[in-house]
């Protein structure tokens, strides 16, 4: 079983910058693709970034390319996504999410997820 617990949402102005965290329980002996999801009210929920916890790779939906980083820390357990130079159009509830994998892959990180946090609201004003 894993939980994830996110922090770090908040209102900041276009321009700003938010990190968020996500603090996993999980088992040393297993491995996740770790990610950022988001979801605006009525929409569907995206992909944001994805790392693994195994092999480290990094995957980045193209609308936050060059501005969002995604980080693990092992010896915290926990995973970060720093966000800089925010727009209105990433105000959105933002779930930290984990799937069982020894690594992320570019065309599957976005599926699957078997966890999923409560999520942490970020809005950003223009």
């Known amino acids: 079983q894993v939980q994830l617990v996110e922090s770090g949402g908040g209102s900041v102005q276009a321009g700003g910058s938010l990190r968020l965290s996500c603090e996993v329980s999980?088992?040393?002996?297993?491995?996740?693709?770790m990610s950022w999801f988001r979801q605006e009210t009525g929409k569907k929920r995206e992909g944001v970034a994805a790392i693994g916890t195994g092999g480290g790779s990094t995957f980045y939906a193209d609308s936050v390319k060059g501005r969002f980083t995604i980080s693990y820390d092992n010896a915290k357990n926990s995973v970060y996504l720093q966000m800089d130079t925010l727009k209105p159009e990433d105000t959105a509830m933002y779930y930290c999410a984990a799937k069982v994998a020894h690594d992320c892959w570019p065309t599957s990180w976005s599926l699957g997820v078997n966890y999923w946090g409560q999520g942490t609201q970020v809005t950003v004003s223009s």
């Open positions: 999980r088992s040393v002996n297993i491995n996740y693709c």
